[in-house]
């Protein structure tokens, strides 16, 4: 039965019906087959995601990471990705698919051998062949779906796409997001997918200077599909209410003077002295062959001070790498945030949302207070559209090409778009979350935190914990 069941399927493929176009041939041959062993099952509909968006501080991540945590153990298959992070396993994605296709014609010739040492005739090999070169040409014109197949992929658990996406920031910051964003979510969505994402606007508003506009309106109709849109609606930036105990700038010192600097030291040194380690110089690997100095590095504590961080071309990569590898980083000298140094202004906010999101413990000298440090709006805002490009020296220009099937993800804004993108409306929004994020990271509760994420590489230091010791280090001197 089951050889004669073979011989029909074989035969059925074999005899296509001439005059008709391959997909209608394809469909009366997939009629049949249903037919003589019935219909392909249908996957149940998804679950609805959710879209939460508002203001700095009203709690949409926390929200998020609450159902992200309570997941655990439930669903198999998940993943939690912040924007910067997102973007750069695009990019790596990318890279692989590119390389795969420089060694294209080897795997060809491979897969097309197996094919014709199949116990079929001619014309059985000569439609297999004719399939897989069609899948494989429609994978190289359509990048996007082949990064989407492989972005929830966990490479070190060698696990499948996730069921559950968790997102965190989206942004629409340039062309290349809008295409690829729209390009992978709403291939994730329409395979069952589903997405919990953050946002500081609605998803109508993301794309406010109309690029790629038909692209980013598919994406707008799969979320509406899909998602659940939800306004955490409120004013208050609940960072700003999280208790303190009494000590309000527990690892920010302020104003830069021999006592503030003093304070600093002895900071540095009581907690590298408790680690028990040595004081060096090291690298350590970012992506793409790339690596970064650490000037001063001692058991998961790193030193810099501003200008090496900030003031060079590094981007988002460079950071994640830093806060994946120190739970600990002290930054010295922080200066006024203003339009002369717009570049390491904007390059200072990608580093405190990194260390923000890797619960890294933050110890800055500075030359303002907080509230004060970002200074901006009066001499004109701070933009660096090269700080968002995710430097990749090692690839050049090669990752931001042809993503798309039409070949247009070049087109850039229109003036009138590029103008509203110079307005300074999404940079304030990036300062405001940066200040709130500065605040939160010198509350107990945030370095409570720090001390769970990190807990196994605190405690191999010696002696009292680190972290305890805080109210008899962190006085910051008056102005």
């Known amino acids: 039965e089951k050889r004669g069941f073979l011989d029909k399927l074989i035969s059925r493929r074999a005899n296509i019906e001439p005059g008709v176009g391959r997909w209608v041939s394809y469909l009366n041959r997939e009629r049949k087959l249903d037919n003589l062993v019935g219909q392909k099952p249908v996957a149940p509909v998804a679950p609805k995601g959710l879209y939460l968006y508002g203001n700095v501080g009203s709690g949409k991540t926390m929200l998020m990471d609450m159902f992200y945590g309570a997941t655990e153990g439930v669903i198999k298959h998940r ?9 750069l396993e695009i990019h790596d994605h990318m890279h692989d698919v590119w390389k795969r296709r420089d060694d294209g014609k080897s795997m060809e010739s491979s897969a ?28 190289q014109k359509h990048i ?28 629409t910051i340039d062309v290349f997001a809008i295409v690829a964003l729209s390009g992978i979510l709403s291939r994730l969505l329409s395979t069952g997918t589903v997405l919990v994402a953050t ?17 980013f309106l598919e994406l707008l109709s799969k979320l509406d599909e899909t998602c659940n849109k939800i306004l955490v609606g409120t004013e208050t930036d609940y960072r700003r209410l999280i208790p303190t105990d009494g000590s309000t700038q527990i690892h920010y010192y302020w104003p830069t003077n021999p006592d ?22 090291v690298t350590i690997p970012v992506m793409f062959g790339r690596s970064i100095e650490i000037p001063q590095s001692c058991s998961g504590v790193a030193r810099f001070d501003f200008e090496y961080l900030c003031g060079r071309p590094v981007g988002a990569a460079d950071y994640i790498a830093i806060a994946r590898n120190y739970h600990t980083i002290f930054i010295s000298d922080l200066p006024a945030m203003s339009m002369k140094i717009r570049d390491k202004a904007r390059r200072f906010i990608t580093l405190i949302d990194e260390m923000y999101n890797h619960h890294c413990r933050l110890i800055c000298l500075a030359t303002l207070p907080i509230d004060n440090l970002f200074q ?11 700080s968002f490009q995710f430097e990749t020296e090692a690839e050049g220009s090669k990752l931001r090409r042809d993503v798309s099937a039409e070949g247009n993800v070049g087109a850039g804004p229109s003036t009138r778009g590029l103008v509203s993108m110079l307005s300074g409306q999404e940079e304030m929004f990036a300062f ?48």
Not at 113 to 136: H, M, R, V
Not at 144 to 160: E, G, H, M, S, T
Request: with cysteine.
């Open 79 to 87: 993943r939690r990705f912040h924007f910067h992070e997102a973007m």
């Open 112 to 139: 097309f051998s197996w094919i014709s040492g199949l116990p079929f005739d001619a014309k059985i090999k000569e439609w297999l062949i004719g399939e897989e070169k069609y899948k494989q040409d429609k994978h």
């Open 144 to 171: 996007l779906l082949a990064v989407a197949d492989k972005f929830l992929v966990d490479r070190q658990a060698n696990k499948c796409g996730a069921s559950i996406l968790c997102f965190d920031e989206i942004q």
């Open 199 to 215: 946002s500081n606007k609605a998803p109508e508003d993301l794309n406010q200077d109309g690029m790629q506009r038909e692209i």
């Open 260 to 281: 503030t600097r003093s304070m600093f030291e002895a900071m540095w040194h009581d907690i590298t002295n408790q680690t028990g380690g040595n004081i060096t110089a």
């Open 376 to 386: 901006g709006t009066e001499e004109g805002p701070l933009f660096d559209l090269e």
């Open 432 to 479: 405001q979350r940066a200040i709130s994020r500065l605040v939160e990271m010198q509350t107990p509760l945030y370095l409570e935190r720090v001390q769970h994420v990190h807990s196994s590489a605190l405690q191999q230091q010696q002696g009292t914990p680190v972290l305890a010791k805080q109210s008899t280090v962190s006085q910051s001197a008056p102005l």
